[in-house]
């Protein structure tokens, strides 16, 4: 069952506190992706990762910083989380970047930063 | 500037009927325009893609059009079932973009109600 897998689902942190956040993917996809989805907003880019140790900016990269050791796995770290760092995190993953490439989602990460 | 908007934001229908899910865009220039179901606290996940001028899909009670020119689509749910409870979001994806970037609308909320 192909499928994204995010770890924890749910998490409650406070502001300066260490935040990590775990993705993995079953289907050998090069391509992963973080997203922050806020209320009324638009999923934003956070980090893309084109494959093991191959990462690249998004829209809002500042305040996070990213992980791929394995191919299988992406992590978003934060570092001295702050309270605007509250929002759901999703990780996606894709056979390729490209414009065409589909995405696979994972289920989501709910951060609330006190 | 939000380059994908959605409307309306929220919409109410009783099961069995038909409703209409709309999409105006601003991405320049853009390739496909994807449709994503996301159920409540779930990953998003694709209900049909549009690549051509004038395209038109069918995925079951859902189908969807695009007018490119007027940078458009509509998403159409015939015979609604409680289970389409949910935010639909429209994606659009960036052509002009190395990273295959996509743009995300913030979201139809639909409730089927009994």
């Known amino acids: 069952d192909m499928k994204v897998t995010q770890m924890p689902r749910y998490l409650i942190k406070r502001m300066g506190e260490n935040v990590l956040l775990e993705c993995g993917q079953d289907m050998s996809h090069e391509t992963m992706y973080w997203y922050r989805q806020d209320p009324g907003l638009g999923l934003q880019l956070i980090y893309i990762s084109y494959d093991v140790d191959s990462n690249s900016e998004g829209d809002i990269p500042k305040g996070y910083r990213v992980s791929r050791k394995k191919r299988e796995h992406f992590s978003l770290i934060l570092d001295s989380a702050k309270t605007n760092q509250t929002s759901v995190y999703f990780c996606a993953s894709s056979l390729r970047a490209g414009a065409y490439a589909e995405q696979f989602f994972g289920p989501g990460t709910r951060l609330t930063v006190l | 500037k939000t380059q994908v908007e959605q409307s309306p934001q929220s919409l109410v229908v009783r099961q069995g009927e038909n409703c209409v899910l709309q999409?105006?865009?601003?991405?320049?220039?853009?390739?496909?325009l994807r449709w994503f179901k996301q159920d409540t606290g779930k990953g998003l996940v694709s209900l049909t893609v549009l690549v051509h001028e004038n395209d038109k899909t069918s995925n079951g009670r859902y189908s969807a059009t695009l007018d490119k020119d007027a940078k458009h689509s509509t998403l159409h749910i015939t015979a609604t079932l409680l289970d389409d409870t949910a935010t639909y979001i429209c994606v659009v994806g960036d052509r002009g973009s190395a990273l295959g970037r996509l743009h995300f609308g913030a979201g139809t909320q639909l409730i089927v109600i009994p």
């Open positions: 999409c105006n865009y601003s991405v320049t220039p853009d390739n496909h």
